[in-house]
């Protein structure tokens, strides 16, 4: 390797020094680069709606929370309107405000997605009041 430099970051990464010594920092660094500005965007939820009961096929309980939101680009320009379902671990944060949410790469065990890889919001940071004009443009 010239002057010892890697050519590659994914060649850094997979290099037998880096792993050896410091696996964890290895994982570290893969998600500080996977999570950059394209992996995070900015979403309002508007309402988040709870639908409970009893599933017909299996008689087991179920809850399902859809928070409906609308989706911003960094100018805070509103892109698209949707229906987000909320997963279990996000239900406690997942209420109407404006966040910086995080994607991951996820594979269902279960649903029409089951086997599948999908992207799914994997994290919601509160954006502060101060931030939000900016964020989000005022209509004249």
Known sequence: MPSGRFP???QALMSPAVSLVAPSLTAALLRFLLVGKIMQNVIEILVVNVKEGTAKATGNPFKICEAHCVLRDE???PG???VWTVPKA???VARPGLYTCSFGLDSPAYGDQKGKVVVSITGLVPIPPARRQAAVPVAV
Do not use: F, Q
């Open 8 to 10: 590659s970051v994914h």
């Open 75 to 77: 100018s805070g320009t």
């Open 80 to 82: 698209a309107v949707g």
């Open 90 to 92: 996000l239900e406690a």
